[in-house]
């Protein structure tokens, strides 16, 4: 198992919903030394109905995280599917995350090479689930001409498209072990690459065994009440004994 100074570990809900909800996520990171929450202000969903994300209202329970943890106690991940997103998320994200939808937004990925400055600790690049991992080194090219450090760039697998997987997607361990031989940390997403809770802490020790660099998990206090991807949501309890037996 790897190092956990190394390894990134991200967790936290689909999306950011209210202080009640984030508070017990951000309590369950700090007791065990981990610092990189999910802090979704901005969903891309597929389907125009479904929650969208809080917005700019959300930056208030930022502030209000804030008051109680200090930046390097507590640091957020925040999505950003446009530059004006981008604006917004910019000072408070240390990891700003392009989805999988944007993955080849290249407007997108030219402009965060102009906004990442010292205070952000990497990009983080989800692969589309129909890219090839070609095109997902092509995608982080872009981010590096426009002046992102390569070291400061973590590509995130989060499985595929498919056909014959009886949840429609497929985590592809195959290109994200391709995609290191690149240079790049490369980091799994086990919730997005198999949409059901049950599946994703298997995927994650999987992960681990793999020799990949890190996780990001989706995790909510009341997972049935999630208001996106409630399906794949692991509870804090479950979250809280993968740490404490896979990450110590
Ligand atoms: C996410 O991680 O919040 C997300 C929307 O995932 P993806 O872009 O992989 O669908
Ligand atoms: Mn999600």
Not at 101 to 125: P, T
Not at 159 to 177: E, K
Not at 195 to 209: D, G
Request: glycine share 6%.
């Amino acid at each position: 198992m790897q190092n956990k100074n190394d390894s990134l570990y991200i967790f936290g809900p689909c999306s950011l919903e209210s202080l009640e909800q984030i508070t017990p996520v951000a309590a369950l990171l700090k007791r065990h030394g981990l610092v990189y929450l999910r802090t979704q202000l901005f969903k891309p969903r597929t389907n125009p109905d479904s929650f969208q994300g809080l917005g700019p209202a959300g930056v208030s329970i930022l502030e209000e995280l804030r008051k109680i943890y200090s930046t390097s106690e507590l640091k957020f991940v925040c999505e950003a599917c446009s530059t004006a997103q981008l604006k917004i998320i910019k000072p408070w994200a240390s990891i700003i995350q392009i989805g999988a939808r944007n993955m080849q937004n290249f407007e997108l990925l030219k402009a965060i090479g102009q906004e990442f400055s010292a205070h952000h600790d990497y990009v983080l690049l989800k692969r589309g689930f129909a890219n090839t991992v070609d095109e997902w080194i092509e995608a982080a090219r872009y981010l590096m001409q426009g002046g992102v450090p390569k070291e400061k760039i973590v590509l995130c697998e989060r499985g595929t498209r498919s056909v014959t997987s009886p949840t429609g997607v497929q985590l592809d361990f195959i290109a994200a072990l391709e995609a290191k031989k690149h240079g790049f940390k490369v980091i799994i997403d086990p919730s997005h690459g198999s949409k059901r809770s049950e599946f994703v802490i298997p995927l994650a020790r999987a992960s681990l065994h793999l020799g990949l660099d890190g996780l990001m998990v989706e995790c909510h206090p009341k997972p049935a009440e999630s208001v996106s991807d409630a399906k794949q949501a692991i509870s804090l309890e479950v979250t809280e004994e993968f740490i404490k037996t896979s990450l110590k």
